[in-house]
């Protein structure tokens, strides 16, 4: 098997990914990158080899015989550079969200079916084994059919991984009910067979507004600062100059089926976790943990209180970032590029999350008026339903 040759855009935290992609003579090989910070530059011959391309200018790369590329740069600079490589022909994995919003989704969307170039976008998320165990049990019927779904996201660390560095501008996310929002939108939409036709939002910015410890951090990384020492949030110190996005929303969706649904976002838990609880006709399940050592316990039978429950799945979590969704996730882009057909990320679905976060980010800041969402072009649509053929 020949290498197919990759490149990638952005050598930040997220570019582990692309070490995964890296197996010279096993099928793939990064062959070129690029990125802005010299040291970053720097460090890839050490990372990927002597043959490794290196540019801080993406655009020296569009034609330079590529088989697929990786996107992994700061949210809003997703739609250019992927629009960029969509209309040379080159396949692209976009990092989740795909765009900051809804117009900038659907222009990737209509770029990558009229140049008839592979579009993947990476919401990791569909492979977490927690998340799997759930979707197979709903279609295993062990709820009956779904009617509700609540998720209440814990973000502990989210001083340190959201209000230090350019996520804390909303000019670069639109927020982070949309940013960080985008994983759980996405699952929320695959467990229940929809998408959101309407939203409202209610939150604020109500305790990272309040530190006046702000400094500029560039030429780090969260690496430089990331510590569970950094408690409790209010002690928190050198915030990034511009905090402009929530710390805590609270959103609620009207699915096309029927389903409705809630999400919950708060960056300043003791713990970090999310806890989904879908409701069917038949019964509710919930997962409690979200790595290794969790489970999802379903109950079927009418009770007061009751810890027990009916039935209890352990999920094992393999090794691999991401509760081993990492390296299944790459696995199945360099399959995608090879081989193109089906996906179990869907970049209309990613789309559909970040629509939904967009429209509930506009009303959360509306005073929490309601705003339908619409669905995405009928033929977009049908062209990816088709396997992007």
């Known amino acids: 098997m020949d290498d197919i040759r990759l490149g990638v855009i952005g050598l930040g935290n997220r570019s582990d990914l692309v070490e995964l992609a890296h197996r ?37 790369l ?30 692209v994995f976009l990092d989740k969200p795909m765009a900051i919003t809804t117009e900038g989704c659907d222009r990737l969307l209509a770029a990558a079916s009229k140049h008839q170039t592979p579009l993947y976008v990476g919401h990791n998320m569909r492979h977490m084994p927690v998340v799997v165990a759930m979707r197979k049990l709903i279609a295993d ?8 779904i609540w998720c209440r996201h814990f973000v502990g660390h989210g001083g340190d991984f959201y209000f230090k560095d350019w996520h804390a501008d909303r000019r670069n996310t639109t927020g982070l009910l949309l940013q960080k929002g985008a ?32 400094r500029d951090r560039s030429g780090e990384r969260m690496t430089d600062w990331l510590s569970t020492e950094n ?43 999310r806890n989904y609880t879908v409701i069917g006709t038949e019964g509710r399940l ?29 999920v094992h979590t393999p090794a691999g970032t991401h509760g081993g969704a990492d390296p299944v996730l790459v696995t199945e882009f360099l399959r995608f590029v090879r081989e193109g057909g089906a996906t179990v990320t869907s970049p209309v ?41």
């Open 24 to 60: 010279p003579g096993s099928g793939s090989v990064v062959a070129a990158v690029c990125d802005r910070d010299p040291r970053s530059l720097a460090s890839a011959e050490e990372r990927f080899g002597t043959q490794v391309r290196t540019t801080p200018d993406h655009h020296e």
């Open 62 to 91: 569009l034609d330079a015989g590529l088989d697929g590329v990786f996107v992994l740069t700061p949210d809003h600079t997703h739609e250019q550079i992927g629009l960029d490589f969509l209309a040379a022909g080159v396949p």
């Open 141 to 148: 019927g062990a709820i009956g059919e779904v009617k509700a």
């Open 183 to 214: 994983h759980d939108i996405d699952v929320i939409h695959w467990l229940a067979n929809g998408y959101t036709r309407r939203v409202n939002a209610m939150g604020g910015l109500t305790v990272y507004g309040g530190i006046d410890s702000r």
């Open 231 to 273: 408690w409790p949030p209010l002690s928190q110190t050198g915030l990034n100059p511009v905090v402009d996005v929530e710390d805590l929303s609270m959103m609620q969706m009207q699915l096309d089926n029927g389903v409705f649904a809630s999400y919950q976002q708060c960056h300043y838990t003791p713990d970090y976790w």
């Open 286 to 314: 919930e997962n409690f943990g979200d790595s290794e050592g969790s489970e999802v316990r379903v109950w079927n039978h009418r009770s007061e209180y009751r810890a027990e429950a009916d039935l209890v799945v352990r």
């Open 349 to 389: 679905a990613a789309r559909e999350a970040v629509a939904a976060g967009h429209a509930a980010t506009t009303s959360l800041r509306d005073g929490g008026r309601v705003i339908d969402v619409a669905p995405v072009d009928p033929e977009v649509a049908a062209y990816f339903a088709d396997g992007q053929k």
